[in-house]
């Protein structure tokens, strides 16, 4: 995949349909350690906090991915054309605690220009992110009871901010204003 690095300013990308209709791979580690998961995510935000570009992950305490997220300062997020559904399936459904399931999906990590979590070769837009806040959600907030519908088990998400320190992407994530 042929990408080029993006600033933030001129990323176009249509946020919606890449977060609920495919979802993204979450990655935590360290590259160069041969140490790092990924895990796919559909629940996200990419805007601005603090006057910095930011992306919002949330992560369930059960994945094996958050004890990475726990250890290592950084994360990338990456989206994949259509053809990677499947993959991306089953990094979704498998965990990396049982076998190399990257293999099993056929991706190629690589590494970051900027930060230790490792990309994608196969992915069309690479988000390097350093983490900035994180916090636990509180049950006791939720305003709308059906929202304690997606925790049978009570495994509420950690809530990662990450800073957005480069972003990779195809000529189709650049905008021409
Ligand atoms: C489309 C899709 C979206 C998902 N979104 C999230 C998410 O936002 N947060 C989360 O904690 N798990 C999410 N998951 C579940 C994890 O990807 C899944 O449990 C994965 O197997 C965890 O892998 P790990 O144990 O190697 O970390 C999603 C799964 C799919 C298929």
């Not at 350093?130 to 509420?156: G, N, T």
């Amino acid at each position: 995949m042929t990408r080029k690095p993006i600033s933030f300013e001129d990323l176009r990308a249509n946020v919606h349909p890449i977060w609920s209709k495919q979802g993204m791979l979450l990655t935590s580690g360290d590259f160069s350690a041969g140490h790092f998961n990924t895990m796919t995510v559909g629940w996200g935000s990419l805007g601005v906090m603090w006057r910095r570009p930011f992306v919002q992950v949330v992560v369930r305490p059960t994945r094996y991915t958050h004890g990475f997220m726990e250890q290592y300062e950084s994360f990338t997020l990456c989206a994949f054309p259509e053809a990677y559904r499947q993959a991306l399936q089953i990094l979704g459904t498998r965990s990396g605690r049982d076998g190399d399931k990257i293999a099993a999906a056929g991706l190629t990590p690589i590494a970051s220009t900027q930060v230790a979590a490792p990309g994608f070769a196969e992915a069309d837009l690479i988000v390097e992110c350093r983490k900035m806040y994180w916090q636990d959600m509180d049950p006791s907030h939720f305003l709308d009871p059906a929202i304690e519908s997606h925790y049978a088990k009570k495994d509420y998400h950690r809530i990662y901010f990450g800073e957005v320190v480069a972003v990779n992407g195809t000529e189709a994530y650049v905008g021409h204003a």
